[in-house]
């Protein structure tokens, strides 16, 4: 995990995207919903109501935490104060 997570903030970007496919699957639903009770007059019923605004919310809510998570790492990295590159060797041209 130390490996994974020392030079590299990829880890705390997954929960930006899994915020965004989620919240984009409730959005999806929503929209089907409504375009179901618009264009053949079904009703819809609380409970698929009621799970597309909780995925949506909980959607919402993973992209702030990603957001987050990636300005921690952000920080992080950046207080390590690590050089951008790693010379194997010094060679001289004279």
Request: net charge positive; charged share 15%.
């Amino acid at each position: 995990l130390e490996g994974i997570t020392s030079f590299s903030t990829f880890p705390l970007r997954i929960w930006t995207y899994i915020g965004l496919a989620v919240a984009g699957v409730a959005f999806l639903y929503g929209a089907w919903m409504i375009f179901d009770t618009l264009a053949f007059g079904n009703a819809v019923r609380g409970y698929p109501s009621l799970l597309v605004s909780i995925l949506f919310l909980g959607g919402i809510q993973l992209i702030g935490i990603g957001v987050l998570g990636e300005y921690i790492g952000r920080i992080y990295i950046e207080t390590k104060a690590r050089p951008k590159y790693i010379l194997k060797g010094k060679n001289s041209v004279k």
